[in-house]
C-alpha cells in the first residue's frame, strides 16, 4: 500500500454516469423536437417546458450528489481518524520499545 485512501472511485462513477444520463436526456430530447413536424409556438412551449423539466431534474441530482459528498466525505474523516489513533497506538509502542 502506498497510504493513498481510496473509496474505489465509486463516487466518481456515478458523477460521471449520471452526468451522462443527463446530458443525453438533454440533446435527445432537443433533437426530437427539433425535427418533430410541429408547428413554430408548439415547439417554442415545448421545448421550455423541456428546459423546465431539465433544470428540476438537474437539481435533484445535484442534490443527491451533495449528499454523497457529504457521505464520502464523513466516512474519509471517519477513517482518517482511525488512521490517526492507530499511528499514534503505533508510536507508542515504538517508544516503549526505545526506553
Given amino acids: ?5 481510496s473509496n474505489g ?8 454516469f449520471l452526468g451522462g444520463v443527463l446530458f443525453g436526456a438533454v ?6 423536437l427539433l425535427y418533430a413536424p410541429m408547428k413554430g409556438e408548439d415547439t417554442r412551449r415545448m421545448l421550455r417546458e423541456k428546459a423546465v423539466q431539465a433544470e428540476q431534474m438537474a437539481a435533484e441530482k445535484a442534490s443527491e450528489m451533495k449528499e454523497m459528498a457529504g457521505e464520502m466525505a464523513a466516512d474519509v474523516r471517519e477513517k482518517a481518524g482511525a ?4 499511528g499514534g497506538e503505533i508510536l507508542d509502542c ?6
Fill in 94 to 99: 515504538l517508544k516503549e520499545q526505545g526506553a
Fill in 83 to 86: 488512521v490517526k489513533k492507530r
Fill in 27 to 32: 440533446i435527445g430530447g432537443a433533437v426530437a
Fill in 1 to 5: 500500500m502506498n497510504g493513498e485512501v
Fill in 9 to 16: 472511485g465509486n463516487g466518481n462513477q456515478v458523477k460521471y
